[in-house]
T-cell receptor, first 115, second 114 residues
Framework: EAGVAQSPRYKIIEKRQSVAFWCNPISGHATLYWYQQILGQGPKLLIQFQNNGVVDDSQLPKDRFSAERLKGVDSTLKIQPAKLEDSAVYLC?????????????FGQGTRLTVV | AQSVSQHNHHVILSEAASLELGCNYSYGGTVNLFWYVQYPGQHLQLLLKYFSGDPLVKGIKGFEAEFIKSKFSFNLRKPSVQWSDTAEYFCAVIRPSGGFKTIFGAGTRLFVKA
């Protein structure tokens, strides 16, 4: 089966500019996650969707970050305006929750550099 | 406090040495446990996972991990490392009662000297 698709793979922008990332999860996976991985750290969850609804966005910096999953399939994550400290890899993951045993499948990520 | 703790941030080993990377979590109840590896310039890859059953789990590339419930631990082991094992290793936890989010540790950067 096809994996989680993300684009672009790399993005370089200047601070105060805006940027958007796109994710297409594995077909049939109702749950989608966006993570931020800063260099030298583990991935940190930004937001979790169940279909087109937000389950958890407690760690999303809502003053500058936004995410949507309007049709319950693909999703976009936007940063506006970007700051230097937003430089990171942004990972998208998805899973299909059936019972207690589940795992998430990760995309290759988008590496953002803010200069 | 961090919910998933990895004890070593950096480990340097010579080839053929044995490896053990520590991981502890602070959640009670049912958990699903994972180890991911991230080779330089590449994306996260699943090494192994534990859901239930035999607490000793075998994964790819000769890695294994042991779930010790009483110690809230899930340490990763490999009897003999290779230069190609140089990578960053992440322990991760999913709690079914916690919305099935994957919570990662900070990672351990392993460097294997040839």
């Amino acid at each position: 089966e096809a994996g989680v698709a993300q684009s672009p793979r790399y993005k370089i922008i200047e601070k105060r500019q805006s940027v958007a990332f796109w994710c297409n999860p594995i077909s049939g996976h109702a749950t989608l996650y966006w993570y931020q991985q800063i260099l030298g750290q583990g991935p940190k969850l930004l937001i979790q969707f169940q279909n087109n609804g937000v389950v958890d966005d407690s760690q999303l910096p809502k003053d500058r970050f936004s995410a949507e999953r309007l049709k319950g399939v693909d999703s976009t994550l936007k940063i506006q305006p970007a700051k230097l400290e937003d430089s990171a890899v942004y990972l998208c993951a998805s899973n299909m929750i059936r019972g207690p045993n589940t795992e998430a499948f990760f995309g290759q990520g988008t590496r953002l550099t803010v200069v | 406090a961090q919910s998933v703790s990895q004890h070593n941030h950096h480990v340097i080993l010579s080839e053929a040495a044995s490896l053990e990377l520590g991981c502890n979590y602070s959640y009670g109840g049912t958990v699903n446990l994972f180890w991911y590896v991230q080779y330089p310039g590449q994306h996260l890859q699943l090494l192994l996972k534990y859901f239930s059953g035999d607490p000793l789990v075998k994964g790819i590339k000769g890695f294994e991990a042991e779930f010790i419930k009483s110690k809230f631990s899930f340490n990763l082991r490999k009897p003999s490392v290779q230069w190609s094992d140089t990578a960053e290793y992440f322990c991760a936890v999913i709690r079914p009662s916690g919305g099935f989010k994957t919570i990662f540790g900070a990672g351990t950067r392993l460097f294997v000297k040839a």
